[in-house]
Protein backbone atom coordinates (compact mmCIF):
# COMPACT_ATOMS: atom_id res chain seq x y z
CA UNK A 1 0.00 0.00 0.00
CA UNK A 2 1.37 3.50 -1.26
CA UNK A 3 -0.17 6.85 0.65
CA UNK A 4 0.17 9.69 -0.80
CA UNK A 5 -0.91 13.23 0.02
CA UNK A 6 -1.77 15.98 -2.16
CA UNK A 7 -1.98 19.60 -0.73
CA UNK A 8 -3.79 21.89 -2.27
CA UNK A 9 -5.38 25.46 -0.62
CA UNK A 10 -8.77 23.49 -0.43
CA UNK A 11 -7.26 21.11 1.48
CA UNK A 12 -4.99 18.41 2.51
CA UNK A 13 -6.27 15.36 0.57
CA UNK A 14 -4.12 11.62 1.37
CA UNK A 15 -4.56 9.27 -1.43
CA UNK A 16 -4.43 5.14 -0.44
CA UNK A 17 -3.39 3.56 -3.41
CA UNK A 18 -3.84 -0.49 -2.86
CA UNK A 19 -5.43 -0.48 0.66
CA UNK A 20 -8.29 -3.05 1.32
CA UNK A 21 -11.71 -1.72 1.38
CA UNK A 22 -11.51 -4.07 4.33
CA UNK A 23 -9.48 -1.18 6.51
CA UNK A 24 -11.74 1.27 5.46
CA UNK A 25 -12.97 1.34 9.33
CA UNK A 26 -9.64 2.69 10.42
CA UNK A 27 -9.75 6.04 8.29
CA UNK A 28 -13.52 7.09 9.30
CA UNK A 29 -14.45 8.94 11.99
CA UNK A 30 -16.21 6.46 14.88
CA UNK A 31 -19.55 8.28 14.35
CA UNK A 32 -21.28 10.41 12.19
CA UNK A 33 -20.51 8.67 8.99
CA UNK A 34 -23.37 8.89 6.27
CA UNK A 35 -22.86 6.94 3.01
CA UNK A 36 -24.01 7.37 -0.71
CA UNK A 37 -22.89 4.34 -3.40
CA UNK A 38 -24.93 3.77 -6.56
CA UNK A 39 -27.10 0.35 -6.64
CA UNK A 40 -24.81 -1.40 -8.84
CA UNK A 41 -21.63 -1.03 -5.88
CA UNK A 42 -24.60 -1.48 -3.33
CA UNK A 43 -24.87 -4.98 -5.30
CA UNK A 44 -21.75 -6.13 -4.72
CA UNK A 45 -20.16 -4.77 -1.41
CA UNK A 46 -23.32 -3.30 0.49
CA UNK A 47 -23.11 -6.35 3.03
CA UNK A 48 -19.52 -5.42 3.46
CA UNK A 49 -20.39 -1.54 4.12
CA UNK A 50 -19.20 0.06 7.50
CA UNK A 51 -22.56 0.21 9.75
CA UNK A 52 -23.89 3.63 9.11
CA UNK A 53 -26.65 5.03 6.86
CA UNK A 54 -26.52 4.71 3.00
CA UNK A 55 -28.37 6.63 0.68
CA UNK A 56 -27.99 4.82 -3.12
CA UNK A 57 -28.48 6.55 -6.39
CA UNK A 58 -28.98 5.09 -9.58
CA UNK A 59 -25.89 4.68 -11.78
CA UNK A 60 -24.76 7.12 -14.29
CA UNK A 61 -24.49 10.47 -15.38
CA UNK A 62 -28.12 11.30 -15.29
CA UNK A 63 -27.79 11.00 -11.38
CA UNK A 64 -25.54 13.97 -11.20
CA UNK A 65 -28.51 16.82 -11.08
CA UNK A 66 -29.08 19.31 -8.93
CA UNK A 67 -32.43 17.07 -7.95
CA UNK A 68 -30.23 14.15 -7.34
CA UNK A 69 -28.14 17.02 -4.76
CA UNK A 70 -31.04 18.19 -2.99
CA UNK A 71 -32.42 14.43 -2.28
CA UNK A 72 -29.01 13.75 -0.83
CA UNK A 73 -28.80 16.77 1.26
CA UNK A 74 -32.71 16.71 2.24
CA UNK A 75 -32.11 13.03 3.84
CA UNK A 76 -28.38 14.25 5.81
CA UNK A 77 -31.23 16.29 7.43
CA UNK A 78 -33.80 13.66 8.17
CA UNK A 79 -30.70 11.45 9.34
CA UNK A 80 -29.91 14.16 11.71
CA UNK A 81 -26.45 15.08 10.16
CA UNK A 82 -24.48 18.15 11.22
CA UNK A 83 -21.04 19.99 10.99
CA UNK A 84 -19.28 17.81 12.84
CA UNK A 85 -20.90 14.48 10.27
CA UNK A 86 -18.44 12.99 7.96
CA UNK A 87 -19.94 11.80 3.91
CA UNK A 88 -18.37 8.75 2.28
CA UNK A 89 -18.81 7.94 -1.29
CA UNK A 90 -18.16 4.68 -2.18
CA UNK A 91 -18.26 4.17 -6.36
CA UNK A 92 -17.45 5.75 -9.71
CA UNK A 93 -16.89 9.33 -10.68
CA UNK A 94 -20.95 10.25 -10.60
CA UNK A 95 -20.72 8.76 -6.96
CA UNK A 96 -17.70 10.85 -6.40
CA UNK A 97 -19.00 14.25 -8.10
CA UNK A 98 -21.91 14.21 -6.07
CA UNK A 99 -20.58 13.11 -2.71
CA UNK A 100 -17.69 16.00 -2.85
CA UNK A 101 -20.28 18.70 -3.94
CA UNK A 102 -22.61 17.66 -1.38
CA UNK A 103 -20.25 17.44 1.39
CA UNK A 104 -18.40 20.58 0.26
CA UNK A 105 -21.50 22.54 0.51
CA UNK A 106 -24.01 21.27 3.24
CA UNK A 107 -23.66 23.17 5.96
CA UNK A 108 -21.44 25.39 4.35
CA UNK A 109 -19.03 21.89 3.94
CA UNK A 110 -18.53 18.99 6.06
CA UNK A 111 -15.58 16.12 5.74
CA UNK A 112 -15.79 13.69 3.01
CA UNK A 113 -13.72 10.57 1.37
CA UNK A 114 -14.02 7.91 -1.03
CA UNK A 115 -13.69 4.75 -2.12
CA UNK A 116 -13.13 4.51 -5.54
CA UNK A 117 -14.21 1.72 -7.00
CA UNK A 118 -13.79 2.47 -11.18
CA UNK A 119 -10.41 2.89 -12.77
CA UNK A 120 -11.39 5.77 -14.24
CA UNK A 121 -12.44 7.13 -10.90
CA UNK A 122 -9.53 6.07 -8.84
CA UNK A 123 -6.96 7.76 -12.09
CA UNK A 124 -8.85 10.73 -12.65
CA UNK A 125 -12.20 11.76 -10.61
CA UNK A 126 -11.39 11.10 -7.31
CA UNK A 127 -7.99 13.01 -7.51
CA UNK A 128 -8.04 17.04 -8.01
CA UNK A 129 -11.02 18.71 -5.78
CA UNK A 130 -13.49 19.07 -8.94
CA UNK A 131 -16.88 17.98 -7.97
CA UNK A 132 -20.41 19.09 -9.07
CA UNK A 133 -23.33 18.29 -11.10
CA UNK A 134 -24.47 18.66 -14.79
CA UNK A 135 -27.48 21.56 -15.97
CA UNK A 136 -29.55 21.06 -19.02
CA UNK A 137 -27.14 18.90 -20.13
CA UNK A 138 -24.02 20.53 -19.90
CA UNK A 139 -21.44 19.23 -17.32
CA UNK A 140 -20.01 20.32 -13.86
CA UNK A 141 -22.17 23.31 -14.63
CA UNK A 142 -22.27 23.62 -10.86
CA UNK A 143 -19.94 22.45 -8.73
CA UNK A 144 -16.56 23.36 -5.81
CA UNK A 145 -13.36 23.30 -5.92
CA UNK A 146 -12.55 20.98 -2.43
CA UNK A 147 -10.52 17.97 -1.44
CA UNK A 148 -11.35 14.67 0.30
CA UNK A 149 -9.76 13.69 3.65
CA UNK A 150 -9.11 10.92 1.77
CA UNK A 151 -9.39 8.53 -1.33
CA UNK A 152 -8.85 4.60 -1.25
CA UNK A 153 -8.17 2.87 -4.52
CA UNK A 154 -8.25 -1.15 -3.57
CA UNK A 155 -7.55 -2.40 -7.10
CA UNK A 156 -9.20 -5.83 -6.06
CA UNK A 157 -12.44 -3.88 -6.28
CA UNK A 158 -12.21 -3.14 -9.91
CA UNK A 159 -12.75 -7.13 -10.52
CA UNK A 160 -16.11 -6.76 -9.98
CA UNK A 161 -16.63 -3.87 -12.90
CA UNK A 162 -17.69 -4.66 -16.10
CA UNK A 163 -14.84 -5.17 -18.45
CA UNK A 164 -16.11 -1.75 -20.64
CA UNK A 165 -15.34 0.23 -17.46
CA UNK A 166 -12.18 -1.12 -17.00
CA UNK A 167 -11.14 -0.36 -20.80
CA UNK A 168 -12.56 2.97 -20.15
CA UNK A 169 -9.98 3.81 -17.37
CA UNK A 170 -7.12 3.00 -19.60
CA UNK A 171 -7.24 5.99 -22.00
CA UNK A 172 -7.18 8.11 -18.75
CA UNK A 173 -3.86 6.26 -17.84
CA UNK A 174 -2.23 6.78 -21.52
CA UNK A 175 -3.19 10.20 -21.33
CA UNK A 176 -0.94 10.39 -17.97
CA UNK A 177 1.58 8.82 -19.84
CA UNK A 178 1.37 10.59 -22.64
CA UNK A 179 1.57 13.98 -20.79
CA UNK A 180 4.45 13.36 -18.34
CA UNK A 181 6.44 9.55 -18.28
CA UNK A 182 7.48 7.75 -21.26
CA UNK A 183 8.77 4.78 -18.83
CA UNK A 184 4.96 4.50 -17.97
CA UNK A 185 4.42 4.75 -21.62
CA UNK A 186 6.91 1.88 -22.21
CA UNK A 187 5.39 -0.21 -19.32
CA UNK A 188 1.72 -0.10 -20.77
CA UNK A 189 3.66 -1.43 -24.04
CA UNK A 190 5.26 -4.42 -22.73
CA UNK A 191 2.64 -5.50 -20.26
CA UNK A 192 -1.06 -4.52 -21.67
CA UNK A 193 -1.97 -8.29 -21.60
CA UNK A 194 -1.45 -8.15 -17.82
CA UNK A 195 -2.86 -4.80 -17.37
CA UNK A 196 -5.96 -6.09 -19.37
CA UNK A 197 -6.24 -8.63 -17.05
CA UNK A 198 -6.45 -6.22 -14.19
CA UNK A 199 -3.37 -8.02 -12.35
CA UNK A 200 -3.30 -5.90 -8.89
CA UNK A 201 0.38 -5.45 -8.64
CA UNK A 202 0.04 -3.95 -12.45
CA UNK A 203 -3.28 -1.63 -11.77
CA UNK A 204 -1.70 -0.51 -8.62
CA UNK A 205 1.57 0.79 -10.21
CA UNK A 206 -0.67 2.48 -13.24
CA UNK A 207 -2.61 3.88 -10.42
CA UNK A 208 -0.24 5.24 -8.30
CA UNK A 209 1.89 6.81 -11.40
CA UNK A 210 -1.64 7.92 -12.79
CA UNK A 211 -2.22 9.75 -9.31
CA UNK A 212 1.57 10.93 -8.69
CA UNK A 213 1.45 13.04 -11.95
CA UNK A 214 -2.16 13.94 -11.70
CA UNK A 215 -1.36 15.23 -8.13
CA UNK A 216 1.83 17.58 -9.10
CA UNK A 217 -0.03 19.29 -11.98
CA UNK A 218 -2.94 19.85 -9.72
CA UNK A 219 -0.66 21.41 -6.99
CA UNK A 220 0.72 23.59 -9.40
CA UNK A 221 -2.21 24.72 -10.25
CA UNK A 222 -5.15 23.91 -8.39
CA UNK A 223 -7.46 26.74 -10.15
CA UNK A 224 -7.89 25.25 -13.78
CA UNK A 225 -5.70 28.65 -15.31
CA UNK A 226 -2.41 27.40 -16.60
CA UNK A 227 -0.32 23.98 -16.00
CA UNK A 228 -3.49 22.17 -15.31
CA UNK A 229 -4.48 22.47 -18.86
CA UNK A 230 -2.32 19.58 -19.70
CA UNK A 231 -4.75 17.29 -18.18
CA UNK A 232 -6.86 18.16 -21.13
CA UNK A 233 -4.68 16.45 -23.48
CA UNK A 234 -7.47 14.54 -26.04
CA UNK A 235 -10.43 16.14 -24.36
CA UNK A 236 -11.10 19.15 -26.34
CA UNK A 237 -11.70 16.67 -29.18
CA UNK A 238 -12.52 13.75 -26.73
CA UNK A 239 -15.45 16.05 -25.12
CA UNK A 240 -17.03 16.97 -28.99
CA UNK A 241 -17.31 13.42 -29.61
CA UNK A 242 -18.74 12.55 -26.90
CA UNK A 243 -21.61 15.35 -26.82
CA UNK A 244 -22.42 13.75 -30.43
CA UNK A 245 -22.22 9.94 -30.12
CA UNK A 246 -22.83 9.68 -26.25
CA UNK A 247 -20.00 6.75 -26.31
CA UNK A 248 -18.37 6.43 -22.98
CA UNK A 249 -15.36 8.96 -21.91
CA UNK A 250 -12.29 6.55 -21.94
CA UNK A 251 -13.05 5.67 -25.53
CA UNK A 252 -14.51 9.07 -26.75
CA UNK A 253 -10.62 9.98 -24.97
CA UNK A 254 -8.82 7.42 -27.06
CA UNK A 255 -10.54 8.86 -30.15
CA UNK A 256 -9.23 12.61 -29.44
CA UNK A 257 -5.73 11.58 -28.59
CA UNK A 258 -5.82 9.67 -31.59
CA UNK A 259 -7.08 13.07 -33.68
CA UNK A 260 -4.03 15.11 -31.27
CA UNK A 261 -1.08 12.73 -32.26
CA UNK A 262 -2.08 13.31 -35.95
CA UNK A 263 -2.29 17.12 -35.57
CA UNK A 264 1.18 16.51 -33.46
CA UNK A 265 2.78 15.01 -36.55
CA UNK A 266 1.22 17.54 -38.95
CA UNK A 267 2.93 20.53 -36.61
CA UNK A 268 6.15 18.42 -36.80
CA UNK A 269 6.09 17.73 -32.60
CA UNK A 270 5.53 13.70 -33.22
CA UNK A 271 7.68 11.44 -35.09
CA UNK A 272 5.38 9.26 -37.12
CA UNK A 273 7.01 6.44 -35.24
CA UNK A 274 5.58 7.09 -31.90
CA UNK A 275 2.24 7.99 -33.16
CA UNK A 276 1.93 4.52 -34.47
CA UNK A 277 3.27 3.05 -30.83
CA UNK A 278 0.29 4.93 -29.74
CA UNK A 279 -2.24 3.47 -32.15
CA UNK A 280 -0.81 0.14 -31.09
CA UNK A 281 -0.56 0.74 -27.61
CA UNK A 282 -4.63 1.88 -27.73
CA UNK A 283 -5.29 -1.02 -30.06
CA UNK A 284 -4.02 -3.33 -27.83
CA UNK A 285 -5.86 -2.03 -24.63
CA UNK A 286 -8.97 -2.56 -26.86
CA UNK A 287 -9.86 1.07 -27.17
CA UNK A 288 -10.74 2.85 -30.32
CA UNK A 289 -9.09 5.19 -32.34
CA UNK A 290 -11.20 6.29 -35.32
CA UNK A 291 -15.05 6.42 -35.41
CA UNK A 292 -17.62 6.91 -38.59
CA UNK A 293 -18.04 10.93 -37.59
CA UNK A 294 -17.38 13.62 -39.57
CA UNK A 295 -14.67 15.46 -38.11
CA UNK A 296 -16.15 18.79 -39.20
CA UNK A 297 -18.87 18.52 -37.47
CA UNK A 298 -16.54 17.62 -34.19
CA UNK A 299 -15.14 20.73 -34.67
CA UNK A 300 -18.06 22.72 -35.49
CA UNK A 301 -18.93 21.34 -32.18
CA UNK A 302 -15.56 22.75 -30.58
CA UNK A 303 -16.23 25.84 -31.64
CA UNK A 304 -19.45 26.00 -30.61
CA UNK A 305 -18.05 25.44 -26.95
CA UNK A 306 -15.50 28.02 -27.61
CA UNK A 307 -17.41 30.86 -29.48
CA UNK A 308 -18.39 33.03 -26.68
CA UNK A 309 -14.30 33.75 -25.64
CA UNK A 310 -12.65 33.49 -28.85
CA UNK A 311 -12.22 32.29 -32.00
CA UNK A 312 -8.90 30.95 -30.94
CA UNK A 313 -8.42 27.51 -28.30
CA UNK A 314 -5.78 26.46 -26.44
CA UNK A 315 -4.47 23.30 -28.11
CA UNK A 316 -2.60 20.38 -25.71
CA UNK A 317 -0.28 18.64 -28.43
CA UNK A 318 1.98 15.92 -27.87
CA UNK A 319 5.65 16.58 -27.74
CA UNK A 320 7.05 13.56 -28.06
CA UNK A 321 6.00 10.61 -25.56
CA UNK A 322 6.06 12.02 -22.25
CA UNK A 323 5.74 15.85 -22.84
CA UNK A 324 3.40 18.31 -24.45
CA UNK A 325 3.14 21.81 -25.60
CA UNK A 326 -0.13 24.24 -24.96
CA UNK A 327 -0.44 25.92 -28.25
CA UNK A 328 -3.05 28.09 -29.32
CA UNK A 329 -5.14 27.18 -32.59
CA UNK A 330 -7.56 29.24 -34.53
CA UNK A 331 -10.56 27.42 -35.49
CA UNK A 332 -9.92 27.60 -38.81
CA UNK A 333 -6.71 26.25 -38.45
CA UNK A 334 -8.11 22.79 -37.16
CA UNK A 335 -10.42 23.14 -39.66
CA UNK A 336 -8.31 23.21 -42.81
CA UNK A 337 -6.34 20.59 -40.84
CA UNK A 338 -9.25 18.00 -41.22
CA UNK A 339 -10.60 19.00 -44.67
CA UNK A 340 -7.06 18.66 -46.12
CA UNK A 341 -5.69 15.44 -44.09
ZN1 LIG B 1 -11.24 12.48 -18.81
Not at 6 to 18: A, D, F, P, R
Not at 130 to 154: A, M, R, W
Request: negative net charge; hydrophobic residues 40%.
Amino acid sequence: MEQLSINCTSGESTLLIGEKFANLNGYLPNEKVFIVTDSNIALHYLVNFPQFPVYIIEPGEASKTVIVYSKICRWLLDEGADRSSFLLGIGGGVVCDLTGFVASTFMRGIEFGFVATSLLAQVDASVGGKNGVNLDGFKNIIGTFSQPKFVLCDPEMLGALPREELINGFAEIVKHALIADVEMFKFLEANFETVKASNSLAIEYLVKRSVEIKTQIVEADERDRGERRKLNLGHTYGHAVEKLTGLPHGQCVSIGLEFTARLSVSKGLLDKRDYMRLMNLLKDLELPVCISLNPIKVIDTIAKDKKKTSNSIDFILMKGIGNVVVEKLSLNELREFVEHK
